[in-house]
């Protein structure tokens, strides 16, 4: 009987470690693209829900991380961001308005 029982157990050993590792190939599949993707201006506005115009005036200001490409002083560079950067900055806007909105209950 015992060796009924280790042969089991081994087997549902074997099925789990098969399907995590199926399961972990399949999540470093679908978030490798995630990680590093790069968006453009319209992609930008549409991920964050505010216009192309929000995005150009934000650039401008310097209040939202971007990356310039084109001829120094050219009045239409390439404006790029990285999903990672643009995720980061969304999730400290959210702490700062938190604490803004913690201050004022008090």
């Known amino acids: 009987m015992e060796k009924i029982l280790y042969a089991l ?11 995590v590792a199926i399961a972990e190939k399949r999540l470093k599949a679908e978030f490798s693209g995630l990680i590093d993707k790069t968006l453009d201006v319209i992609e930008a506005a549409k991920h964050i829900g505010i216009s192309e115009k929000m995005i150009y005036r934000m650039c401008q200001e310097g209040r939202i991380p971007h990356e310039r490409y084109g001829a120094t002083g050219s009045r239409r560079p390439t404006i790029k ?3 990672a950067d643009l995720e980061a900055w969304r999730a400290e806007q959210r702490a700062a308005n938190y604490f803004r909105r913690e201050e004022r209950a008090q």
């Open 81 to 83: 961001f990285r999903l």
């Open 9 to 19: 157990e081994d087997a549902i050993r074997s099925i789990v470690n098969e399907q």
